[in-house]
């Protein structure tokens, strides 16, 4: 049969009245499916360019442009992954977002740091006040490790008379004499841990002002002054 005698205009002129109207109705509806539909191409690995109605299974694995009725691409299918390459990439973008995300913070932080300290002299000024609280302290302990000094020299002196058996000393002068003890320990641990403290508050200051010096160059200035106004 010629394969002419199947075009539409042939099928609508074969049919009866009453059919032709709902063959004509068809034909429209399965026109405008396929136009619906749209079209899809690619390029697969062996670079050919492949057409079809449908997802195209030899480009599962890269992208697909899905194009309307005038040609134009309507909508970009992404490549379609297995479980395990699905994981793999939310991972890779679980990471970038975190890259992301540290360099957000980092600019924050940044800011917050310039906002605080917009030269040299305020920050120099603050660390000073910071290691002066610190020495006040000291100062105090100083001061009450002196009155312990003098209490364990009373003590002493009372200890002496039970220099060959220290054992025979009443018992409150053996309290007396072990809570002195603890208190020196007690007060030199203390005197310790503030020093301790004035290094961290140095090295935390020393960090900033080579973190400053950088932004505070003429060569950031113009960008922080864009940071700080957004």
Known sequence: MNVALLSTPFLLRAARPAARALLAGAIGWATVSAQAQGIYTCIDSKGRRITSDRPIVECLDREQHKLGNSGTVRQVVPPSYTADERARLEEKRRAENEVKARAAEEKRRERALL?????????????????????????????????LVQQRKE???????????????????????????KQMVVQKRFLDEQAQEKLRINQRFDEELGKLRQLWSPTAASGNAATLKR
């Open 115 to 147: 906002i605080r300290y917009p030269n040299q002299a305020v920050h120099d000024k603050e660390r000073a006040e910071a290691l002066a609280q610190i020495d006040e302290v000291i100062a105090a302990v100083n001061k009450r490790e002196l009155a």
């Open 155 to 181: 003590v002493d002196v009372e200890m002496e008379f039970y220099q060959s058996d220290p054992g025979k000393a009443p018992l409150w002068l053996r309290r007396k004499l072990e809570d002195s003890e």
